[in-house]
């Protein structure tokens, strides 16, 4: 590009202060069947797609590092042999890069953290890479919504379903898998998993549960669980070379 064509071309911090401008604020829609207003990840691409097309704005998604981790959380014995139930958790570490299309040179690049559970790993990734998009682009922007979490309601309805008998196995299975390493009784590793969770109740047994309480002590569990292995991998790592 000619040094006086550069000239008459937005620089990218131009084009993205325009996205801005443009969208200070995103309203919350009414979702069939869920009596929460909600921001999804739709009505966000929405809002910022016009004025990147018209302004020659490209957002890239790049996955810079996975980690997967599955765990088992349950036994499904329906069928003729009992069957093993995984959860799959995805780290993602992104960078999303802004491209100036006048000017393919003239970039921004921002670091960002992608990471979903689910027993399906397809889905969990997918997860990952819609619900990252969305909360980049939103705290990107500082774009303001009803509620600070633009999630919320999916935590209040999980609060009203109950735990199911599988769940609960796949919290004491946890459990089990954290004693060696905690070196505490499994009493004990449970009511420090719920305090860091922030329960207000670190007495209430996990039969008791609610589908988020569930979800709240497990990613707990499962962040424990994937330090303690990778410390005790590094330590026997440097144990063979020593």
């Known amino acids: 590009m000619k040094s006086d064509d550069l000239k008459k071309v937005e ?12 969208v200070p604020y995103i309203q ?7 009596r929460f207003r909600v921001v999804t990840s739709e009505d966000v691409l929405t809002a910022i797609q016009p004025v990147m097309l018209e302004k020659g704005l490209i957002l890239e998604p790049h996955i810079l590092n996975k980690e997967v981790t ?5 036994t499904n014995t329906g069928g003729k042999f009992d069957k093993a139930i995984f ?3 995805i780290v993602l570490d992104m960078e999303y890069v802004w491209k100036n299309v006048e000017n393919p040179e003239d970039k921004i690049s921002v670091k960002f953290v992608a990471t979903a559970a689910d027993e399906n790993a397809s889905y969990a990734l997918g997860q990952a890479l819609t ?3 969305k909360t ?11 509620d600070s979490d633009p999630d ?3 935590q209040q309805l999980l609060k009203k379903i109950p735990i199911d008998d599988i769940q609960v196995e796949g919290l004491h299975i946890l459990v089990e898998k954290l004693k060696p390493y905690a070196n505490q009784p499994v009493e004990a590793i449970a009511k420090q998993a719920k305090l860091t969770a922030k329960m207000s109740d670190i007495e209430k047994p996990f039969e008791k549960f609610s589908a988020y309480d569930f979800g709240v002590v497990a990613n707990v569990m499962n962040g424990w ?4 292995e990778k410390n005790a991998a590094k330590a026997e790592k440097a144990k063979k070379k020593a």
């Open 131 to 133: 619900y990252a998009e």
């Open 87 to 89: 959860s799959y958790l």
């Open 28 to 34: 919350k829609q009414e979702k069939q069947s869920i």
């Open 225 to 228: 669980l994937i330090t303690y």
């Open 152 to 154: 919320i309601f999916q």
């Open 70 to 74: 599955r765990q088992v959380i349950g």
């Open 11 to 22: 620089t990218t911090y131009q084009k993205v202060m325009e996205v801005k401008k443009a």
């Open 136 to 146: 980049f682009i939103l705290k990107y922007f500082n774009i303001p919504t009803d």
